[in-house]
């Protein structure tokens, strides 16, 4: 009797087990749609967003991979190597600008996925990428955030050790680019302070 017993127990907590991962997993897709949703709903037309996010795509794959995008975007020192990219927006103050954010060994580096318009000081239409780049060793924090009339709305927050601020939305992976940036800030201290000690 104690075996059939015992039998029953073990299947209950196998299945228990079983269910907590099922429940683990809904869970993370629905963040993972959510954010989803959330990017396509922060530019300017669901539709444009979605194309551009294709295009952006076909465009990493075509050139080979983030890496090698990242490289060819960004000047690197020789042994600086990309962590993980994120697709998001920039705010900036004419509004939010689709892009990828980079996170290397190095430095955080924001690209815009097409040009940006502006008008210059003598009144001429231009365009160009936009790009922000801060050292590792210039970051001070990383805050995570979320709007409070519309929690899915997150945004992070990234301040320079000389008080620049970015305010980065709409990512596709918000929570692995929370714990992306939290790290490379860890690592920047780190570093700075392993410089600080040798120097």
């Known amino acids: 009797m104690d075996s059939k017993a015992d039998a029953e127990e073990n299947l209950r907590e196998k299945l228990d087990v ?12 629905e963040g993972i749609v959510g954010d989803i949703w959330q990017h396509l709903k922060t530019g300017p037309s669901i539709a444009d967003t ?15 991979g983030y890496d090698k995008v990242f490289h060819q975007t960004f000047e690197c020192l020789p042994d600086e190597k990309l962590k993980k990219a994120y697709a998001c927006y920039l705010s900036t103050s004419h509004g939010p600008i689709m892009g990828v954010l980079y996170i290397s060994t190095a430095k955080i580096a924001f690209c815009s996925d097409s040009p ?9 239409n231009q365009s160009s990428i936009y790009k922000v780049v801060v ?11 979320a709007s409070q009339q ?17 305010w980065f939305m709409g990512f596709v992976n918000y929570d692995g680019a929370v714990k992306s940036l939290q790290e490379a800030v860890r690592g920047g201290k780190a570093s700075l302070h392993h410089h600080m000690y040798f120097l």
């Open 18 to 29: 079983v269910g907590r991962r099922f429940g683990d997993a809904a869970r993370k897709t």
């Open 50 to 64: 979605a194309m551009g996010r294709i295009a952006q795509i076909s465009k990493v794959i075509a050139e080979g």
């Open 116 to 124: 940006v318009a502006y008008v210059t000081e003598d009144n001429k």
């Open 135 to 145: 050292p590792v060793a210039q970051l001070r924090s990383v805050t995570p955030t």
């Open 150 to 166: 519309n929690p899915a709305e997150r945004y992070i927050q990234v301040v320079s050790v000389d008080n620049h601020d970015f």
